[in-house]
């Protein structure tokens, strides 16, 4: 029904297909040691998000609102569970859907609050118990994103935002995925931040920050403590970021890069964001410019230059 060109999905974990990637991974002591909430101070205002405040937060309203009332069922065998601002609907056992829902709504005040925004709309978790359920619920098209732990999609709008959880992600345990473990509470949170805070439509900011942003909140947000590559970073391209052989580093330094840039000043780190997400423009220096007074890569080689300084006579 719907083409994969009209909208952006977000697959994240390490996987072995192209929308691939992790979102367990993350977690250096600065990120981690960020606030997790701050004063409400808007500096986005969405229309269409607006807009949405008075959808329903019922199981068929909230499909309807991303237009997935055609695609995904409600009936004998789905559970729906719907926890203050957020509706969970899934074939999974309702116990893993219940829990999803509330950490999903926790999160989601959680990742308002640290970008200074409301809740615009209800989240919605989609909670797939097989992979072609997970296919399908993107509705995504051709995209074949079986093998990532969570993909949020941003429709045009006024369809609100959703997420898909892997049917592989596990509360118990934790799921490997491209040979490394992912936290079930960081891919909720991780996804979460993109659905609280990604416009509607197709993603002008560079993936570095998108993905880096959720990575970083997802580490306040949960307290994952995660391996850190044992090599210098870099920031990632998109094709880094997106390739199962390099995954696991870019989206850790894609985190290591955003934490730099709020540790250094956090309320400037968070109206770069809330900007460059926004901005028609694909050019984030000029932003970085206006919040931090430094070029985009004049912020990158310092970066470098600390690491090479914290790491100067360490093998
Ligand atoms: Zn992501």
């Excluded at 991303?66 to 116990?95: C, F, H, W, Y």
């Excluded at 959720?214 to 870099?234: F, I």
Aim: proline residues 7%; charged residues 15%.
């Amino acid at each position: 029904m719907a083409q994969i060109s009209r909208r952006e999905a977000f697959g994240c974990m390490a996987g072995g297909v192209g929308m691939a990637l992790l979102t367990g991974y993350s977690a250096s002591a600065h990120a981690r040691s960020a606030p997790v909430t701050r004063s409400v101070r808007p500096t986005v205002t969405d229309p269409a998000a607006i807009a949405a405040e008075s959808v329903p937060e019922t199981p068929s309203a909230r499909l309807a609102a991303s237009g997935l009332d055609q695609v995904v069922p409600l009936g004998a065998g789905m559970t729906a569970k719907t926890v203050e601002n957020t509706v969970a609907i899934g074939s999974r056992p309702a116990a893993v859907v219940d829990t999803i829902a509330s950490l999903a709504d926790e999160f989601g005040a959680q990742a308002a609050g640290l970008v200074g925004r409301a809740e615009a709309h209800p989240i919605l978790m989609l909670v797939p118990s097989t992979a072609r359920e997970f296919q399908v619920w993107l509705d995504a098209g051709a995209a074949s994103l079986t093998e990532v732990a969570g993909v949020t999609v941003t429709p045009l709008s006024p369809q609100l935002p959703w997420v898909v959880l892997n049917p592989n992600i596990d509360a118990a345990t934790t799921t490997a995925a491209g040979g490394h473990h992912l936290s079930f509470e960081h891919t909720i949170a991780h996804e979460v931040f993109h659905a609280v805070t990604l416009p509607s439509g197709d993603q002008t900011a560079p993936r570095w920050l998108i993905e880096g942003a959720a990575e970083w909140a997802s580490t306040a947000l949960t307290g994952t403590v995660e391996r850190k590559p044992a090599r210098r970073p870099y920031l990632p391209t998109e094709t880094q970021l997106y390739a199962p052989a390099t995954g696991y580093d870019a989206y850790f330094f894609a985190e290591w890069f955003v934490a730099y840039l709020m540790k250094r000043d956090l309320g400037a780190g968070i109206d770069f964001y809330n900007k460059a997400i926004t901005s028609p423009a694909r050019e984030t220096s000029p932003l970085a410019r206006k919040y931090f007074g430094r070029s985009l890569e004049q912020l990158k080689r310092q970066w470098l230059a600390d690491y090479d300084a914290e790491t100067a006579g360490l093998d």
